[in-house]
């Protein structure tokens, strides 16, 4: 959770400046400098000319027809999975997510088992609410605190699950069909044993090619997104 930039902060002074593509920036080194800056689109220049962006969805489309490159991927699985029970409110959830510095927590019932996912990103609709100021007169001196409210509010119940038995191969066609960021790994008796995320095939791509032979992959440029850049600085 970065801090918010005041309200009389220059526009110039909240940009930040993304790792550069060209059309013949390696797959594996689209892959790292995504994993680096965080950023899941990055911009492509022929020169100094922008003409359009690569996103983590094209580059996972074109190594998804790679299917011997997949063969040989091996995607981890984070073992340690973050829970928080279903009755704890937004405030519970904020202040664990910057305690374990993760990006999201499985919620479980009284018995451990997965009812939804609450994201940091789903948290943002709590900090980013207008608060309700007491009406005049009013004793009670306090503004509503958003983030004490149910959790309920703010986690997804329908959640992409698989079973430990999943190949990596099976796991990343999963994610691209399903169009989803992050895949939990659920017991047969629905108890979170592991997670899989963006990041984590990432990580896969740049440790399983970097010091191997690369095979030549095109990743397509979403070029319209250039196209209509041009169009709003008209």
Do not use: W
């Not at 911009?43 to 996972?60: A, S």
């Not at 011997?68 to 009755?87: A, F, Q, S």
């Not at 990006?103 to 608060?131: C, F, I, M, W």
């Amino acid at each position: 959770f970065k801090k918010h930039f005041p309200a009389e902060t220059k526009l110039e002074h909240c940009l930040f400046h993304p790792p550069k593509l060209t059309p013949t920036t390696p797959y594996y080194e689209i892959a790292r400098k995504m994993r680096e800056s965080r950023l899941y689109f990055l911009p492509v220049f022929e020169g100094d000319q922008f003409v359009g962006i690569v996103t983590v969805r094209r580059l996972f489309d074109a190594l998804a027809k790679e299917k011997e490159l997949l063969k040989g991927l091996t995607i981890p699985v984070k073992r340690e999975v973050m829970t928080i029970h279903k009755n704890a409110t937004a405030d519970d959830a904020y202040n664990l997510l910057r305690e374990k510095k993760v990006s999201r927590l499985v919620v479980v019932d009284d018995v451990g088992h997965e009812v939804g996912l609450v994201t940091h990103y789903g948290l943002q609709l709590a900090l980013n609410k207008p608060k309700e100021s007491p009406a005049p007169f009013s004793r009670t001196g306090n503004k509503k605190k958003y983030l004490d409210q149910p959790l309920s509010k703010y986690y997804k119940n329908m959640v992409v699950s698989a079973p430990p038995s999943i190949t990596p191969e099976r796991l990343f066609e999963r994610m691209l069909t399903e169009d989803t960021s992050c895949i939990l790994v659920l017991d047969p008796q629905r108890k979170p044993v592991g997670i899989v995320s963006t990041s984590d095939v990432l990580d896969a791509l740049v440790a399983a090619y970097m010091g191997a032979e690369k095979p030549r992959i095109v990743v397509d440029i979403d070029r319209d997104f250039a196209f209509t850049s041009e169009l709003t600085q008209l």
